[in-house]
């Protein structure tokens, strides 16, 4: 689902709105990979076009992989049918301790939630961690633009707060 690093620190907002944005050129849905999805029970209501994921969730597409206790998968079409695998995803919300690992980057929250119609994915939490190496940002919720890989990390009330290893910029241009 999302692949890539962290590649550059863009800019810091005004202090009444404390976000960081960041361009992470990498960070872009694949379309043209399996994803394998794990969890310790599947419930299917076709009716309601959903499909509930519970218990050790895991996601794996690629290099990527998602970990959480709860999937909820939406979905939409006419006759669309989950086992069928024709139905299109909608929304996917994650519940009960988010875990999204790609490559060297990796991200923490307390929920997650996918939008495929705006390609749009979105951490939220207490403490949403997002780490690449040393590296370290916070904030209560991150927001990813997939197709172009823009992120927005944003403080809700207090401040984001960054830890940058001037170490791993060296590592980088090596």
Known sequence: MIVGGLLSLAAVCPAFAQATTSQMDGMRLSNDEPIQIESD???IKEQ??????TGNVKVVQGTTTMRAG????????EGAS?????????????DNKVLLNSGTQQATADKGEFDMPSQTFILTGDQVVL???????????LTVYMETGEARLDACGGRVEILLDPKSRQQQQQ
């Open 41 to 43: 029970q599947l419930e």
């Open 48 to 53: 309601e076009k959903k499909a509930y994921f």
């Open 70 to 77: 709860k999937m909820t998968v939406l979905y939409t079409g």
């Open 82 to 94: 989950m086992t069928g695998g024709n139905a299109d995803i909608e929304k996917i919300y994650l």
């Open 131 to 141: 780490s690449e190496g040393p590296n370290v940002f916070k904030g209560c919720k």
